[in-house]
């Protein structure tokens, strides 16, 4: 049986993206042999994370740390540190993504850096909630949920929003997971938040095949496909596709569900996400075992 797709990491991976999409290359004066590098590595980095080469984007993100720490630029390690810490929490290498919230959280608290030190929290709160530690976990999302609502930080707001739906999902609250997605669903459509509404359109199509409403589950996870393809998120599509695998699976389409873990293979492939693509592997053979066997 296919681990459960909860959009654990699809929606951290998302998160990301909204961290990067902040980024920009230096501009003004002319610039120092060790910012014209800089910069070079910043391009380079956002290079390989929007074609969805994770491994690659996360080496360069820690190179542009480095030069960001030989210059003491605290605002540029809180955007590195933030930065690596997604793509690595993208890649399931939590000691990593663990290490790098904290030295974001670190650092910003130092500079008074709001927002740095909100989206390390919540960075931090995925981190325990990959780990199963549920209570760490809701504490970090519900303190992340009460700041963003006071600074009106959309994208902070969305991910507190869903983490905190994603842990009560794990604790058998359904009702509460349903009225928070709820929310922000409502919220990503009327800002026009498309990656992280479709990681919510994910997160509620998880839970509504795991209690049987498949017809709705079918719909969104189509929007939320739609969604992904549409901004190139591979990271997103890894899950999205998987899920609706499993849809057609338990409606006996299995052709059409080995075709969508092969593309979800692919894409995890090509991301680096070697977890999916072990569990992906797993599903296939079992499936082609299955439509071999004699009636």
């Not at 998987?242 to 995890?268: F, K, M, P």
Request: overall charge positive; charged content about 25%.
């Amino acid at each position: 049986m296919i681990p459960e797709l909860s959009g654990i990491g699809r929606y951290s991976a998302v998160f990301s993206v909204a961290l990067l999409g902040g980024l920009t290359a230096c501009s003004g004066p002319a610039l120092t042999p060790l910012q014209a590098q800089y910069q070079r590595g910043e391009e380079r980095a956002l290079r390989y994370h929007a074609r969805g080469e994770l491994p690659l984007a996360r080496q360069a993100f820690q190179d542009n740390l480095r030069q960001a720490e030989m210059v003491d630029d605290r605002p540029m390690i809180v955007t590195q540190a933030l930065n690596i810490g997604m793509v690595a929490l993208a890649l399931g290498e939590l000691p990593l993504a663990e290490q790098s919230f904290a030295q974001a959280q670190r650092v910003a608290l130092g500079i008074n850096d709001q927002s740095g030190q909100l989206r390390a929290q919540l960075g931090l709160a995925q981190v325990a909630l990959r780990r199963e530690q549920w209570t760490v976990a809701q504490s970090k999302f519900q303190q992340a949920l009460t700041r963003a609502r006071e600074w009106r930080d959309t994208a902070a707001l969305l991910v507190a929003l869903n983490g905190l739906g994603l842990v009560h999902k794990a604790l058998s609250e359904p009702a509460a997971a349903r009225e928070l997605w709820r929310e922000a669903e409502m919220r990503a459509r009327a800002t026009g938040e498309k990656r992280l509404l479709a990681a919510t359109l994910a997160n509620q199509a998880a839970l509504e095949l795991q209690t049987g409403e498949v017809r709705q589950a079918t719909v969104r996870l189509k929007e939320a496909i739609a969604l992904d393809r549409e901004l190139e998120n591979l990271s997103g599509l890894v899950q999205d596709l998987g899920l609706l695998a499993r849809i057609h699976q338990q409606e006996n389409r299995i052709l059409d569900a080995l075709e969508l873990y092969r593309q979800a293979r692919t894409i995890a492939q090509h991301t680096g996400q070697r977890a999916w693509v072990e569990i992906y592997n797993q599903e296939i053979d079992r499936l082609q075992r299955k439509s071999s066997a004699p009636l």
